[in-house]
């Protein structure tokens, strides 16, 4: 794992922000798997910056997100296909059919899991995946668990993640128990890996992902296995390493 240390967030999010950018300038058909949260949000600004500067060029790049709520419409406003459409795909030049989030609104979860796996596997996988991480070590939403995921799976929320993502819903009750998110194997199969964490809240979690045991009880454990792992992470949130 690269480990690179920035002063604060904005620093952590140029700092993502330039490394997808390299991404799609040598590559202009990059597949880039995207994340939601609140950490990858000033790196999708600074990216509509440079779009809008010109100065990368989304027409041809093609986009996988982790993971979305079972039971949401692509059209509710606590969707992820919202979010993205709203953080980042409305406002850069990219065309929307190659944009691509798991379908919450299927209510057969081994039906949408089967869809989003063949999807995957016909693009042939990212060539670079883009993190947050849960403040229970959780990637995507592969909770804590016996074993790694494989295959893209349909997961019940921790009481842990219901309350740390209820901040964004009127209550704790309108959190989706319920979610289909991409498995391990297909983050691993990410010819690079751009993990990044903000604030104090995470250090606990990206010091077990570093340094930790490799173990499905911390998700983000694995990635220690992945041969091109970059962390940006401000020194809040390696303040445990
Ligand atoms: C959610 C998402 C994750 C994200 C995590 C952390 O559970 N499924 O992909 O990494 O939250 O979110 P935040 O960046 O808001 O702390």
Redesign the pocket.
Known sequence: MRVIKTANYEEMSTHVANLIAAEILLNPRAKLGL??????IGAYQTLIEYNQKHLINFSQVSTYN??EYRGLEPTNDQS?RYFMNHQLFDHINIDKANTHVPDGSNPDAQAACKAYDELLEQAGYVDLQL?????NG????NEPAESFSKGTLCVD?TPS?IE??SRLFASKDEVPKQ?Y?MGTQAIMYAKTVVICA?GAD?ADAVASMIAGPITPECPASILQLHPNTIVVADKEALANC
């Open positions: 994340a939601t949260g609140s950490t990858p982790l993971d992820y993190l947050g991480i849960g403040r959780h990637i995507g939403f929320l993640t740390a993502n979610a998110t903000s995470k």
